[in-house]
Structure formats: structure tokens, C-alpha cells
């Protein structure tokens, strides 16, 4: 079965320093990872997935995410936080020998200028 | 492009009655997803379809949930009767999946219907 964890339900960073969002994830095969945002009475919008090849994938406004087999890790990072990133983060993972993609429960994203 | 459509936007009932939401996906995407949100379960699938066919209902919660999706432009979630903890946000999302198991394709969420049961 899949799984995946986003283990903090909120990060707190100030304007222009760097960000991290944290997800972990468990595959019986081998994993196609995405992220997606939700801003406030939004649907989710697509950032960015990892499905082979390059381990740093690189994404909408300047976001991108490090995939990390070894510790079973799909991190999203921006080098410098904007008030506007301030939004709902999903992280969300397939099986690539399965039908369903699983979400994660999400975390919050607060940018304090 | 218009991107997924839902109607109606909001919708507010009284228990017992039944609602209907509805869902225009993307023009020329196959698959087709439910998901309802809530703060205490988060995002949870309901059911998919491919190619018009239910592939996935798994998620649908209890026999008062039941969703069709007669053509590839258009479908419906129903629930009968409904219920206050039936209060929730519900997205339709696309995608361009041909439905295989080794597909890559990302999902495009409609606005959501945020519905209330009173």
C-alpha cells in the first residue's frame, strides 16, 4: 500500500529567508511524486513532479523539491519566501504500477513580511 | 481553455434532502476524480473514472454517495439523502491520464462546490 506523510502541519518563515516543506512517502514500487498548492478558496494547482531521472525537480514560481530515495523524501524548497507563497502545500505520491494517487494532509505555509 | 467547471459553487440544504453536484472536466482529458475536503480528513478520493467507466469507489463513503459520468464532458456526484456531516468541500479534477498504470500525467482541480447540510 502507499502512503505519505507531511509531518508538520504548519511552517512559519519570514519574507526573503528560505523554505522547506517536508514529505515523506512509502511505495511498493517505484514512486511518481508531485506537489500542489491551495490558496484560499482555490482548487489545488499543480507545482511540480518527479517521475525520473534528475533527483532535483524544479517547479512553478520558483519552487522546487529534491527527491531522495534513500530516505523516501520529496522536500519542497524556494530559495527566498514570498508574503504571496502563504497557502495550503499537498504533497502527493503513485505508485508507478498502480492507478491512485494518494495525498498527503497537507501543510500551511504562513510568510510573515 | 476554461480549465474544470463545477456547479453550483455553494450550496446549502437542509438535512434529508438530496443535492446533486456537477462537473465539466478539461475537453480531451480521460480520467476523472472526486475528492472531498474537511479540515478533521483532509483530502480524500471518492471515486475515479476513466474513459467514462468507474475504475476506483472505493472512497465513496456509504450507499447514500453515488456518482455517473454519461459522456466525457460532463458528470454528476448525488448524494441522497444528505446529512450534516456530509459538510465539506467537493473538487472535481481532470486529467489527461490515459489510465494505464505507468501514466505521469498531474491532475487539474475545478474551484470546488462547498457544500453545507443544515
Known amino acids: 500500500a502507499q502512503s505519505v506523510a507531511q509531518p508538520e502541519d504548519q511552517v512559519n518563515v519570514a519574507e526573503g529567508n528560505p523554505l522547506t516543506v517536508k514529505c515523506t512517502y512509502s511505495v511498493s514500487g517505484n514512486p511518481y511524486l508531485f506537489w500542489y498548492v491551495q490558496y484560499p478558496n482555490r482548487g489545488l494547482q499543480f507545482l511540480l513532479k518527479y517521475i525520473t531521472g534528475d533527483n532535483l525537480v524544479k517547479g512553478s514560481y520558483g519552487f522546487e523539491a529534491e527527491f531522495n530515495k534513500s530516505q523516501t523524501s520529496f522536500h519542497l524548497k524556494k530559495p527566498s519566501a514570498l508574503v504571496s507563497d502563504s497557502a495550503l502545500y499537498f504533497c502527493?505520491?503513485?505508485?508507478?504500477?498502480?492507478?491512485?494517487?494518494?495525498f498527503g494532509a497537507g501543510t500551511r505555509l504562513f510568510v510573515k513580511a | 481553455d476554461a480549465g474544470v467547471i463545477q456547479s453550483p459553487r455553494h450550496e446549502v440544504t437542509e438535512m434529508g434532502q438530496e443535492v446533486t453536484l456537477r462537473c465539466k472536466p478539461i475537453s480531451g482529458h480521460n480520467s476523472l476524480f472526486w475528492y472531498r475536503q474537511t479540515m478533521m480528513r483532509g483530502l480524500e478520493l471518492l471515486i475515479y473514472?476513466?474513459?467514462?467507466?468507474?475504475?476506483?469507489d472505493s472512497g465513496m463513503p456509504e450507499d447514500r454517495f453515488s456518482a455517473k459520468m454519461p459522456n466525457a464532458s460532463f458528470s454528476t456526484l448525488k448524494i441522497q439523502p444528505s446529512e450534516p456531516r456530509d459538510s465539506a468541500v467537493y473538487f472535481c479534477?481532470?486529467?489527461?491520464?490515459?489510465?494505464?498504470?505507468?501514466?505521469?500525467?498531474?491532475?487539474?482541480f475545478g474551484p470546488g462546490t462547498r457544500l453545507t447540510v443544515l
Open positions: 502527493a505520491v503513485r505508485d508507478s504500477g498502480g492507478f491512485k494517487t494518494i
Open positions: 473514472f476513466n474513459n467514462n467507466v468507474p475504475i476506483d
Open positions: 479534477a481532470s486529467s489527461p491520464d490515459s489510465g494505464t498504470r505507468f501514466s505521469t500525467d498531474t491532475q487539474y
